[in-house]
T-cell receptor, first 110, second 113 residues
Framework: SQQGEEDPQALSIQEGENATMNCSYK?????LQWYRQNSGRGLVHLIL?????REKHSGRLRVTLDTSKKSSSLLITASRAADTASYFC??????????FGTGTRLTIIP | GAVVSQHPSWVICKSGTSVKIECRSL??????MFWYRQFPKQSLMLMAT?????????EQGVEKDKFLINHASLTLSTLTVTSAHPEDSSFYIC?????????FGDGTRLSIL
């Protein structure tokens, strides 16, 4: 399987703390993207980082990419209860098909 | 932002029924649409890729006669689960792509009794 892996599988933190989740993948990529999925819903695109980029910010989100290690991390700062969701990384190669990681279930405790 | 509408959001039907799921891009033209399947607490698995006006490309292990895909226009793709059985029960999600990134529908929960 070409599916990437994420860790941790599940993460519970107090509201206001930072949450970090990691993604590893197996093949060369064009882009890596992070998505959020609320329970029973579709996916919401959070951020895209290109293979020639090392770090990207969007609001409270910070994404890093290390192509030499085939890994990425997503940091959510100052977490809120509304951040409770599953987070997936997804990589795409030349054919534009996305390969999703296994996901991290994040729970923010109020 | 770009909106993808998926309908219905929830279906319960008897075994042997065929079920059609629609995926529409509401404010952009989608040259490519993707259909995914997701089991509880698992990741999304790509089932097929559809391009407007051509036959869908199915991933290995996905039965094309079981999961019929039609992409008749740049804003609409449909997935029909034919003669559905309980093992077809799952969460089906579509996505549409014009430019990057892919935009996802809200999913359809299919329950076959």
């Amino acid at each position: 399987s070409q599916q990437g892996e994420e860790d941790p599988q599940a993460l519970s933190i107090q509201e206001g703390e930072n949450a970090t989740m990691n993604c590893s993948y197996k093949t060369s990529i064009n882009n890596l993207q992070w998505y959020r999925q609320n329970s029973g819903r579709g996916l919401v695109h959070l951020i895209l980082i290109r293979s020639n980029e090392r770090e990207k910010h969007s609001g409270r989100l910070r994404v890093t990419l290390d192509t030499s290690k085939k890994s990425s991390s997503l940091l959510i700062t100052a977490s809120r209860a509304a951040d409770t969701a599953s987070y997936f990384c997804a990589t795409d190669a030349a054919n534009e098909k996305l390969t999703f990681g296994t996901g991290t279930r994040l729970t923010i405790i109020p | 932002g770009a909106v993808v509408s998926q309908h219905p959001s929830w279906v319960i039907c008897k075994s042997g029924t065929s079920v059609k799921i629609e995926c529409r891009s509401l404010d952009f033209q989608a040259t490519t649409m993707f259909w995914y399947r997701q089991f509880p607490k698992q990741s999304l698995m790509l089932m097929a890729t559809s391009n407007e006006g051509s036959k869908a490309t199915y991933e290995q292990g996905v039965e094309k006669d079981k999961f019929l895909i039609n992409h008749a226009s740049l804003t609409l793709s449909t997935l029909t689960v034919t003669s559905a059985h309980p093992e077809d029960s799952s969460f089906y999600i579509c996505s549409a792509q014009g430019d990057q990134p892919q935009h996802f529908g809200d999913g359809t929960r299919l329950s076959i009794l």
